[in-house]
């Protein structure tokens, strides 16, 4: 199986602070990495597919970067709405993990 | 666009079987170019995935729960179904369906439903 460690957990910024969140895998998976954003309450939604495509809709301030086994979510100017929670999936392989999850939380 | 929505028991008793629905609009299970999946998410905690079914109904499952999962589907009501037996309280989360898009290894979930609580409780 291949696990997912995301870091940090847990993050304070301000609006219009540059943030990155961290992933890594146990073993290479290539591109295959998804970022989700989740809000109290509501499903998860994609923001990033196979490490670094935009999703359609999704504001350009969200960029994904990485291959092998580290990989990087990058908000350039957060936003209010953008305080969530973020979780990076690998499709490489089934069974399909998580990240834990990183919360971002408003300073 | 298509959106999926799940529904069912909000309440299971332990040793029961969860068993749970989602109907999709706006876009077909029995097109070729997407599996159908269910996630669950326990309170306060992370993402797991449970398992996919393709149209044709061949399924793949997390070997954690495989011996307690079926995926079903019903292509004549555009719904896919989840079961899962035996449930303990361990098994207390939001569940939700979601398609699993692209191709090979570049896949990604994308939409989900809205999720639906199920609590394992006598």
């Known amino acids: 199986d291949i696990q997912m460690t995301q870091s940090p957990s847990s993050l304070s910024a301000s609006v219009g602070d540059r943030v990155t969140i961290t992933c890594r895998a146990s073993q290479s998976i290539s591109s295959y990495l998804n970022w989700y954003q989740q809000k109290p309450g509501k499903a998860p939604k994609l923001l990033i597919y196979a490490a670094s495509s935009l999703q359609s809709g999704v504001p350009s301030r969200f960029s994904g970067s990485g291959s092998g086994t580290d990989f990087t979510l990058t908000i350039s100017s957060l936003q209010p709405e953008d305080f969530a929670t973020y979780y990076c999936?690998?499709?490489?392989?089934?069974?399909?993990?998580f990240g834990q999850g990183t919360r971002l939380e408003i300073k | 666009q298509v959106q999926l929505q799940e529904s069912g028991p909000g309440l299971v008793k332990p040793s029961e079987t969860l068993s749970l629905t989602c109907t999709v609009s706006?876009?077909?299970?029995?097109?070729?170019?997407?599996?159908w999946s269910w996630i669950r998410q326990p309170p306060g905690k992370g993402l797991e995935w449970i398992g996919y079914i393709y149209y044709s109904g061949s399924t793949n499952y997390n070997p954690s729960l495989k011996s307690r999962v079926t995926i079903s589907v019903d292509t004549s009501k555009n719904q896919f179904s989840l079961k899962l037996s035996s449930v303990t309280a361990a098994d207390t989360a939001v569940y939700y369906c979601?398609?699993?898009?692209?191709?090979?290894?570049?896949?990604?979930?994308?939409?989900w439903g809205q999720g639906t609580l199920v609590t394992v409780s006598s």
């Open positions: 999936q690998q499709s490489y392989s089934t069974p399909y993990f």
């Open positions: 706006g876009g077909s299970v029995s097109s070729g170019s997407y599996y």
């Open positions: 979601a398609r699993e898009e692209g191709s090979s290894s570049e896949n990604w979930f994308d939409p």
